[in-house]
């Protein structure tokens, strides 16, 4: 899931809007929508692998793990309605062996099991036809615990009394069927009643709170857990290891934060943010949490981001737990982010569910879009909104791309169902959200939410449920503006020309497709919702619903109009020069924050798109070199850092880094080293950001620093304050030499915490040096690092330690034993990712190649993918990095 290791970002949208624009109302409705876009929800019409003959309505289900032989048993009693007489009953089971299933306790009704590995099911043949109505089907089997987090796995992790395991569950997309087996698709919701046998000294977490608990033989325990309300198979958790936890409540909810022992303490920052949480969903969605009790359950090691379980919550630690002591104002931020989301879709996914994995955005991308408000609001100071430009400019660029889809898209099978969890349904999904609530209002917006919720509690839902009930409520034609944008791919772009005529402005706006380096896409239209306003002005935006062309009149010709306000669209725009120039002008003071990022980023996309030069950008970023925006910074850093990658042994690289330098190190100088009294906890974020960058660039001032400070911590590890651990570390380990980086992986290695662990072994890992990038690789296939964090040290070699052949030819190599350290979902793309740091074509042709002989055809679309984003970035350096070069000669200092 590469795209999360996003930089988590903070922001408001600075409300600075624009202002008035007297908008003539030019919409012209064409574009009907298209009539085979999708139905509202109905059980029997939801694709699904399943035959729904056999419908399950409770499950009693007890699960027996033996940590020694790392197994386990199970035996399950479904209570199902049989709706079609037959003798067959079709069930998912993944990796289990069925010893015994029959229906209602009667020996004579005993099934015959068919495997079938391929298809994922267990089909059970009875001796005769079973009548309609209810029965209890009861089965039998046994699984083996893996260390990948799909089914029931296990963790390892250490504790100053030696390594300890704990059990923890991961089921979404379609791995419930590896703990028992079930109907695993979102459809067939059912209650559950778990009930687990355990060593004694474990601590049990599910969805439900405990309903009672008595010994059992031999040391162990017998725990049952309260019977779930009506819900889906992929949000089943249990976990239970040696824990402990620190409790809190709110509106009557219990909250938990759920830890190994001795971590309880750190809790406390992700337990305080529920408390805030819980009521602000409440109160937006209209409808209380429907459970007991929710627990924020911490997984140490590798197991990914954070699973939004119903009623049990797991994170990856590193991601939940806050120690002031060593944890960065970027994990605090994060942690807020990620428990949002989950929080989120406790309502939106887990109380209404999508139907089928074609419509997984409306869980991701609304649960993205809500984590982003809902921590918006409640940290006003980290800017939030202005600093997701980040990730949409992110997925914008992929969904210019020829390898692009659109958010719905079509799923057949499990490793379909793992693959739409990508950039384009989180991110992409989350920008479009953002852009609908901005056009139809925002009370309006969350009115069509509180009815969706209301009218679909415990039930599944499409897309269409959801524009239905948002078109209800503000009255505007929703079904139909929506359908482009999560039906087709890609996204237009707007160029906008501006004459005057008897002192009025006349803008006129066109829409093409957005692309790439693809010259011929198929040209696709949009009805978008163009907000038009005027700077200087602090009257609110314009909306006009632009079809393909619109001319219209916006008041006088003195100031500039900007499209696109507060960055709230999905659109590039292209101005013409005289309005650009006039816009650069005003970029200083004039624009607000998000405004004046937005102009950047399009100015930056459109050099991509070969639309327009690299240079413009510089020259913006020269006009706002005095600036202290978190988000326009984070933006220039990211942009300054992609050049310097690009001009990896080309002659240019010196010459640039001297500019980046310079125009980084004022900034750094402004905001100083050491934080002052009271300043913006943003600050924080890109000071880090700025030394990080400035050790790339070789800023020998700051690699001075950094060292002074790395020698000070290790006399004395409180001298460091927390936020700058992460970028003093990995400037000294970039330039380190062995004893350096055998002092961090001695930090590495005696470190209790996921986060710390992850700075220590990640400063090693970009070391420039060629002997300890080796080093590095070798170190990715002992289990030293938890196994997907082994498995992704090679990106850091091959990025940050610019070895990117060496880590390439380690992994071609090794690609069986790293694959093996992934679960099914890194297991795709992982192989392409790795060419994909390269930037020159014959790569991409490399990469093509060595697919062809070397991986599965599922990893096809991610091969295609890679190969094109090498293609591009080829591209976009024959043409821009002369320019640049050129560029930089002139602006020399
Ligand atoms: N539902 C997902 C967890 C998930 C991700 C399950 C991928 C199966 C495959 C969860 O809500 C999520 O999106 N987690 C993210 C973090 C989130 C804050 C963006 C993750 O795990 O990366
Ligand atoms: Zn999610």
Not at 583 to 607: E, G, H, I, Q
Not at 680 to 687: H, N, P, W
Request: hydrophobic share 40%; charged share 20%.
């Amino acid at each position: 899931m590469a795209f999360f290791e996003r930089t988590l970002h903070a922001g408001k949208a600075g409300t600075a809007a624009l202002f008035r624009t007297l908008l003539a109302l030019i919409v012209a409705l064409t574009l009907a929508p298209d009539a085979t876009a999708e139905e509202k929800f109905s059980f029997a019409s939801t694709f699904g692998q399943l035959p729904k003959n056999v419908v399950p309505q409770h499950y009693d289900l007890t699960i027996t793990p033996d940590m020694k032989t790392l197994t386990f048993k199970g035996s399950e009693s479904i209570t199902i309605d049989v709706k079609v007489t037959g003798n067959t009953i079709v069930v998912n089971a993944l990796d289990l062996n069925i010893t015994r299933a029959l229906l209602d306790g009667e020996p004579k009704q005993k099934a015959a099991v068919k495997l079938d590995q391929k298809e994922q099911t267990a089909t059970l043949t009875f001796p005769e036809n079973l009548r309609a109505g209810q029965h209890k089907l009861q089965l039998e089997f046994e699984g083996k615990l893996g260390e990948q987090s799909q089914g029931l796995y296990y963790a390892k992790y250490q504790t100053d009394q030696g390594e300890k395991v704990m059990l923890a569950t991961q089921m979404e997309p379609t791995d419930a069927r590896r703990m028992f087996p079930c109907w695993d698709e979102p459809v067939f919701r059912t209650t559950y009643q778990l009930t687990t046998i355990l060593p004694q000294k474990f601590t049990a977490v599910s969805n439900m709170p405990i309903e009672s608990e008595k010994a059992g033989e031999n040391d162990s325990k017998i725990v049952t857990f309260g019977r779930t309300p009506q819900m889906s198979s992929y949000l089943m958790v249990l976990v239970a290891g040696e824990l402990e936890s620190l409790a809190g409540e709110a509106e009557g909810v219990q909250l938990r934060v759920v830890t190994t022992e001795g971590k309880k303490a750190q809790g406390q920052y992700a337990l305080e943010a529920a408390k805030k949480l819980l009521p602000f969903f409440n109160e937006y969605f209209g409808f209380k949490y429907s459970l007991p009790k929710l627990d924020l359950i911490a997984v140490p090691g590798g197991f990914g981001g954070a699973m939004e379980n119903w009623g049990g919550i797991t994170f990856n630690e590193s991601i939940l737990l806050f120690d002031p002591k060593t944890s960065s104002q970027a994990t605090q931020q994060a942690i807020f982010d990620v428990l949002s989301h989950e929080m989120a879709h406790q309502w939106f996914g887990n109380l209404v569910t999508m139907a089928w994995w074609d419509n997984l955005w409306l869980n991701e991308g609304f649960a993205s879009w809500m984590a982003t408000k809902a921590t918006a609001h409640f940290n006003p100071e980290w800017d939030y909104w202005t600093r997701a430009n980040s990730t949409k400019s992110y997925v914008m660029g992929n969904d210019a791309q020829k390898t692009t889809h659109p958010i719905q898209q079509r799923v057949t099978n499990p490793s379909e169902a793992a693959r739409v969890f990508d950039e384009i349904t989180y991110l992409k999904g989350q920008a479009f959200i953002r852009m609908l609530e901005a056009y139809l209002g925002e009370s309006a917006f969350r009115q069509g939410i509180r009815s969706y919720i209301t009218a679909h509690q415990f039930s599944n839902t499409t897309t269409v449920d959801l524009w239905d009930a948002l078109g209800k409520a503000s009255g505007k034609p929703v079904r139909e503006v929506a359908a482009g944008w999560t039906e087709q791919p890609g996204f237009p772009l707007i160029s906008v020309s501006s004459t005057c005529q008897d002192k009025v402005r006349q803008l006129t706006l066109e829409q093409k497709r957005f692309t790439v380096n693809d010259p011929n896409p198929s040209p696709l239209e949009w009805q978008v919702p163009v907000a038009i306003g005027r700077v200087g002005s602090n009257d609110a935006a314009e909306y006009v619903l632009l079809n393909k062309k619109a001319t219209l009149p916006v008041g006088d010709c003195q100031s500039p109009v900007k499209l696109n306000i507060s960055d709230v669209g999905y659109y590039r725009v292209s101005y013409d020069p005289a309005t650009f120039a006039e816009l650069v002008n005003a970029a200083k003071s004039k624009l607000s924050d998000a405004d004046r990022l937005n102009l950047m980023s399009d100015a930056w996309a459109l050099a991509e798109a070969g639309l327009g030069s690299s240079t413009a950008y510089l020259d913006v970023v020269e006009a706002v070199r005095g600036e202290n925006s978190v988000g326009v910074w984070e933006q220039i850093i990211g942009r300054l850092l992609t050049i310097d990658n690009l001009q990896i042994k080309r002659p240019g690289r010196e010459a640039f880094r001297a500019y980046g330098r310079s125009v980084l190190s004022p900034v750094l100088a402004r905001i100083s080293w050491d934080a002052k009294p009271g300043e913006q906890a943003t600050i924080s974020v890109l000071r880090s950001r700025l030394i990080g960058a400035l050790g790339v660039f070789k800023d020998e001032a700051v690699i001075a620093e950094a060292r002074n400070r790395f020698r000070a911590f290790l006399q004395n590890p409180q001298s460091l304050p927390a936020d700058l651990r992460g970028p003093v570390f990995s400037v000294v380990g970039r330039y380190g030499d062995k004893v350096v980086y055998d002092q961090l992986h001695a930090l590495g290695r005696q470190s209790r915490s996921t986060e710390e662990k992850r700075q220590f072994y990640g400063a090693m890992q970009g070391a420039l040096d060629a002997r300890l990038a080796e080093e590095n690789l070798r170190l990715a296939l002992t289990d030293e690092l938890a196994p997907t964090d082994a498995a992704y040290s090679l990106f850091r070699v091959a990025v940050a330690g610019e070895h990117a052949e060496l880590a390439l030819e380690f992994a071609k190599k090794h690609m069986k034993e790293l694959q093996g350290k992934l679960s099914a979902f890194g297991s795709n793309a992982y192989a392409p990712s790795l060419f994909e740091v390269f930037s020159e074509s014959a790569r991409a042709d490399e990469l093509e190649a060595y697919a062809k002989l070397n991986l599965p055809i599922e990893a096809q679309p991610d091969v295609a993918k890679s190969a094109e984003s090498i293609r591009s970035a080829a591209a976009f350096k024959a043409r821009e990095l002369i320019k640049i070069d050129q560029w930089i000669t002139l602006h020399a200092k």
